[in-house]
């Protein structure tokens, strides 16, 4: 067997060729008059004002775009935004058999498993596991045993001083492990809050809440305002809010007083959102 194509005879090289003058006339440039020209290339430009003006103020993190940074042998970390007494929010990747000490949490910090396995003494989180750690509680160290990303927001990552405080608070072993955990095999608990578009509760704290969303292909969002920031994790799927195309790996945060018009997806979608909460 071999990976070659066999060469082609005279009359199947005539035919390409052939077929190849018809596409390259088929792509030749239709010309436009000038005053066409000028009105097509003015309303392009509206529309680009327009779709620029829906995005301002809006940070989006691509998954293959942003600067990894060493954290310690065998992992490294992507800065996303951050988000000042709330604490960072961050990609954290770990290499098979990397692991991190143990810790006591500033604030909550929120963990998604995007890909691969992290454990926690005995409690072990797979793609798309959510755990939350409340202010105050500790838990042992984290390790990987065969690599993993996760998204953290809440996370002192990103701040030295804010890192050693939760070291050195986390060599005390007193106090609760007050962690709460939702696995994907969970199934339950989710509510349609518009046609095709299902909500999971995660977390609700103050004004603030955490949930998993899901859109059927198709579905659409209503739009809505933010009286605070809100973040966005794309989990699975490709999601369009407004102008901008967001797949899984991408980050966005829609600063408060900002506005989505538009969410909708073609083929489906799962995504983490943090925001302000619906009362």
């Given at each position: 067997?071999?990976?070659?194509?066999?060469?082609?005879?005279?009359?199947?090289?005539?035919?390409?060729?052939?077929?190849?003058?018809?596409?390259?006339?088929?792509?030749?440039?239709?010309?436009?008059?000038?005053?066409?020209?000028?009105?097509?290339?003015?309303?392009?430009?509206?529309?680009?004002?327009?779709?620029?003006?829906?995005?301002?103020?809006?940070?989006?993190?691509?998954?293959?775009?942003?600067?990894?940074?060493?954290?310690?042998?065998?992992?490294?970390?992507?800065?996303?935004?951050?988000?000042?007494?709330?604490?960072?929010?961050?990609?954290?990747?770990?290499?098979?058999?990397?692991?991190?000490?143990?810790?006591?949490?500033?604030?909550?910090?929120?963990?998604?498993?995007?890909?691969?396995?992290?454990?926690?003494?005995?409690?072990?989180?797979?793609?798309?596991?959510?755990?939350?750690?409340?202010?105050?509680?500790?838990?042992?160290?984290?390790?990987?045993?065969?690599?993993?990303?996760?998204?953290?927001?809440?996370?002192?990552?990103?701040?030295?001083?804010?890192?050693?405080?939760?070291?050195?608070?986390?060599?005390?072993?007193?106090?609760?492990?007050?962690?709460?955990?939702?696995?994907?095999?969970?199934?339950?608990?989710?509510?349609?809050?518009?046609?095709?578009?299902?909500?999971?509760?995660?977390?609700?704290?103050?004004?603030?809440?955490?949930?998993?969303?899901?859109?059927?292909?198709?579905?659409?969002?209503?739009?809505?305002?933010?009286?605070?920031?809100?973040?966005?994790?794309m989990l699975d799927g490709d999601l369009f809010i407004d102008d901008v195309l967001l797949r899984?790996?991408?980050?966005?945060?829609?600063?408060?007083?900002?506005?989505?018009?538009?969410?909708?997806?073609d083929v489906g979608a799962t995504l983490f959102v943090r925001g302000a909460r619906n009362y």
């Amino acid at each position: 067997m071999t990976d070659k194509f066999p060469p082609l005879d005279s009359a199947d090289a005539n035919d390409l060729r052939q077929l190849e003058t018809l596409l390259a006339d088929g792509f030749a440039p239709i010309p436009v008059a000038g005053e066409r020209r000028n009105s097509l290339r003015q309303g392009l430009m509206t529309q680009v004002s327009a779709s620029l003006a829906k995005q301002a103020g809006l940070l989006t993190v691509r998954a293959r775009h942003g600067a990894w940074q060493a954290l310690k042998t065998g992992i490294r970390v992507k800065p996303l935004w951050d988000g000042g007494l709330q604490g960072h929010s961050v990609l954290i990747e770990f290499a098979p058999g990397a692991s991190l000490i143990p810790h006591r949490h500033n604030c909550l910090e929120e963990g998604i498993v995007l890909h691969g396995d992290l454990q926690m003494g005995d409690l072990r989180l797979g793609p798309l596991d959510y755990h939350a750690s409340p202010a105050g509680s500790r838990h042992g160290g984290i390790r990987s045993a065969n690599g993993a990303l996760a998204y953290l927001r809440g996370t002192s990552l990103g701040d030295s001083r804010e890192v050693l405080r939760e070291v050195l608070a986390g060599l005390l072993p007193f106090g609760k492990s007050e962690s709460f955990s939702v696995f994907t095999k969970q199934i339950d608990d989710w509510q349609e809050i518009a046609p095709g578009v299902w909500k999971k509760p995660l977390w609700q704290d103050g004004e603030r809440e955490s949930g998993f969303y899901r859109l059927e292909a198709g579905a659409k969002c209503p739009a809505h305002g933010h009286r605070l920031e809100e973040e966005c994790m794309m989990l699975d799927g490709d999601l369009f809010i407004d102008d901008v195309l967001l797949r899984a790996g991408d980050y966005q945060l829609a600063p408060a007083g900002s506005a989505h018009r538009e969410v909708y997806t073609d083929v489906g979608a799962t995504l983490f959102v943090r925001g302000a909460r619906n009362y």
